[in-house]
């Protein structure tokens, strides 16, 4: 009974190269391939205006972002394609060093924690009504400013850049704010909570530490699906940077690294600026932003898009579903014995997502016979191109 009840744990995750199909609860084992993702590019942003912008949102089908430090205290509205539509200025504030935004059902909050000296005894969340926000006759709104500090950091002496008491990410979940860490100084990401609001200084305490092996400097999660994105970077030590996505998913209540965990490698910063925001609109897509880039060589701000569904699905039905192409050769689709391909020629067939080469064959027109695969995913490659299909 013991090895049985045992045997129930274990990587639940058929994309994982480790899957355990007997395990029927995810103890977060899962380990997964490298993985390389090209983010979209949509539109450079506004230069100067959004020249440091550090943290974006999505919601009601634009986006709002924020400056960081020594920016005005402003909030800046677009639409998805990174167009200009409204600046509102929030009062009673200061903007010391903004760096994330993060909102629940009420109210959006504005990150203050940006700390990279490793000084700072003024860390603080700035609470802004929605409703008074996106009242399109105002262009001011007053915030709440409520400070926190971090109960593990005794030493206050920094030194800058080097040292594990920096933010710039954070979401919030019902009356609750998570805050994720950027360890300068030994490349793990520690989670905090703090509720939504409070009196005089709230003193939050690490409860989650993960080895993410790079700095954090965006955090999103779905509503929905619960699937959290971490947008980072790890520098080469040559001063470039390249970026990276964790998605977290299948976790247990409020332990997000307990589930699944799997990086995305998305670029360099020759190709995406230096990536700040984040922001799912959705359980698998969402959005980047980067801010300017102004050293030896200039690399404006910038808006991408991002599409992650076939690393979130467990299901190969709905997948074939998102990746199918109306105008693919090969058909039927979904197909029980025989696939049937209008471009005759050298053919292969691929395991999915294993990447495994099955089947090799020259195309005549008398279709191929798939009674040997078992139930599952497959790649149809001719050429230079693949194909999904579902074999029944």
């Given at each position: 009974m013991a090895g049985n009840a045992l045997s129930q744990f274990g990587c639940t995750d058929p994309q994982a190269i480790n899957f355990n199909g007997d395990a029927i609860i995810n103890d977060g084992s899962c380990l997964y391939e490298p993985t390389n993702y090209t983010p979209t590019g949509i539109?450079?942003?506004?230069?100067?205006?959004?020249?440091?912008?550090?943290?974006?949102?999505?919601?009601?089908?634009?986006?709002?972002?924020?400056?960081?430090?020594?920016?005005?205290?402003?909030?800046?509205?677009?639409?998805?394609?990174?167009?200009?539509?409204?600046?509102?200025?929030?009062?009673?504030?200061?903007?010391?060093?903004?760096?994330?935004?993060?909102?629940?059902?009420?109210?959006?909050?504005v990150g203050?924690?940006?700390?990279?000296?490793?000084?700072?005894?003024?860390?603080?969340?700035?609470?802004i009504e929605k409703e008074q926000l996106f009242n399109s006759t105002q262009d001011s709104v007053p915030g709440l400013e409520m400070q926190f500090s971090y109960a593990d950091q005794i030493d206050f002496s920094g030194p800058s850049n080097a040292h594990n008491y920096d933010c710039e990410a954070f979401f919030a979940v019902d009356d609750s704010l998570f805050l994720f860490s950027k360890n300068w100084q030994d490349n793990l990401v520690k989670k905090y909570a703090l509720p939504d609001e409070w009196q005089g200084i709230y003193t939050t305490e690490p409860n989650e530490v993960f080895?993410?092996?790079?700095?954090?400097?965006g955090a999103s999660i779905d509503k929905n699906s619960g699937n959290?994105?971490?947008?980072?970077?790890?520098?080469?030590?040559?001063?470039?940077?390249?970026?990276?996505?964790?998605?977290?998913?299948?976790?247990?209540?409020?332990?997000?690294?307990?589930?699944?965990?799997?990086?995305?490698?998305?670029?360099?910063?020759?190709a995406l600026g230096?990536?700040?925001?984040?922001?799912?609109?959705?359980?698998?897509?969402?959005?980047?932003?980067?801010?300017?880039?102004?050293?030896?060589?200039?690399?404006?701000?910038m808006l991408?898009?991002?599409?992650?569904?076939?690393?979130?699905?467990?299901?190969q039905a709905e997948l074939l579903d998102h990746k199918i192409d109306a105008k693919s050769p090969i058909y039927p689709n979904p197909v029980k014995d025989k696939l049937f391909s209008k471009i005759n020629g050298v053919y292969e067939i691929y395991g999915w997502p294993s990447g495994v080469k099955i089947k090799v064959g020259n195309y005549n027109g008398k279709g191929v016979d798939l009674n040997l695969l078992s139930p599952g995913m497959y790649i149809y490659r001719v050429g230079q191109s693949s194909f999904y299909f579902f074999k029944m």
């Open positions: 539109s450079n942003l506004a230069s100067p205006l959004l020249a440091e912008n550090s943290g974006v949102i999505s919601l009601n089908a634009s986006l709002w972002v924020l400056n960081d430090g020594g920016n005005n205290t402003s909030l800046y509205e677009l639409d998805t394609l990174g167009n200009f539509l409204r600046e509102v200025v929030i009062y009673n504030v200061e903007n010391i060093d903004w760096e994330s935004l993060a909102e629940n059902d009420t109210h959006i909050f203050d924690f940006g700390n990279n000296s490793g000084t700072r005894t003024d860390l603080s969340i700035i609470k080895n993410i092996a790079g700095m954090v400097t959290i994105s971490l947008l980072a970077y790890i520098d080469n030590e040559l001063g470039i940077y390249n970026s990276f996505i964790y998605m977290l998913w299948d976790y247990s209540g409020h332990d997000f690294f307990s589930g699944n965990k799997r990086r995305i490698d998305i670029g360099s910063m020759f230096q990536t700040e925001g984040i922001a799912l609109n959705s359980g698998h897509k969402g959005f980047i932003t980067s801010e300017e880039i102004s050293n030896i060589i200039t690399i404006p701000p991408f898009s991002f599409d992650f569904y076939e690393y979130f699905t467990n299901d």
